[in-house]
């Protein structure tokens, strides 16, 4: 039997979510790096196909990571689209800053800029927010809970039909 | 090699986590971060156990249809053999009725036509013949003998 402990470190190392969002942030610089370094001109139909691609990847690959955990059951409709929404915000307010910086020093040190920022975004989190992110848990935890219940009715029906042996005891405690 | 790498890491986290301690009993705990800590990591936890658990009801619901699989093949195997073994038996019986009645018919057949003993005259008169022939032929030669000495 596994230690709390053991399983909040195994389930983090699971976790992917981080590493994920970093990489495609970065990779919304992809189609710059590829003009700067001569792979694609400056106009032509693949250049602003990159371009257009490379700005919405970060939000396709999210789409697609939450899409794909809750077609396999991995955790419940609602939560996917919570997590969803709140990886794009991050990963949208991490190219933000990227932009910015972009617009200030140029391309080459907003990458490290973009992917540090939106690591960090995990990482570090506003004590101000503890409130509502214990309230998003309670709720991912009612919605988990749901989703079990949901998945298995007629095991949930089984138990809890009470058996007339223990009405009867019921009664006699009355 | 490996226990001696944990007893130098424990070396090393024992004065880490004495002086946690300490700064503990100083400070006091942060009761808003312990608070996000732990529901962080209890929703991590469960979140991660009822994935886990989904995982494995696949898991055994697809073993249990397997099981259903080889439980009906070996049920058809079976009851392929059973009727083979029926077929058989059969048979068998068919040949084994086929060969009484065969044998049966030829007891009826041989009770029918009695068996024909030979006489035995011919045989004394065949054994007499060749003692008789012996006895000519050593006579023959003892008078042959007799006139050549």
Known sequence: ?174 | MSERTELTERTKEKPKSLWNGALKMVKGENSAKLIEDFTAEMTLVAEGLCEDQTKLRRDVDRMMTEEDQRIQALQSQAEAMERTLDEERANHDRDLTELRNRLAALEKKAAREPVKEKPKKGNIIRDLTVLIAIAAGAWIIVTLLNKLL
Not at chain 1, 97 to 124: E, H, K
């Open chain 1, 1 to 174: 039997m596994k230690t709390y402990e053991e399983l909040v470190q195994e389930y983090r190392k699971r976790q992917h979510d981080t590493v994920v969002d970093t990489i495609a942030t970065g990779l919304t610089y992809v189609d710059e790096i590829a003009i700067d370094t001569g792979i694609l001109e400056e106009t032509g139909i693949l250049t602003e196909l990159t371009q257009s691609v490379s700005g919405i990847l970060p939000f396709i690959i999210i789409s697609a990571t939450e899409g794909t955990k809750v077609l396999l059951g991995k955790k419940p409709g609602m939560t996917g689209l919570k997590d969803g929404a709140f990886r794009m915000v991050k990963s949208g307010a991490a190219m933000g800053v990227g932009a910015a910086v972009t617009g200030l020093t140029g391309f080459w040190a907003a990458i490290p800029v973009t992917m540090g920022v939106r690591a960090l975004f995990d990482r570090y989190r506003s004590k101000a927010l503890t409130g509502r992110r214990v309230q998003g848990r309670i709720q991912r935890l009612q919605e988990l809970n749901r989703f079990i219940r949901h998945e298995e009715p007629e095991k949930e029906q089984a138990e809890t039909m009470i058996p007339e042996e223990v009405l009867e005891a019921a009664g006699q405690v009355e």
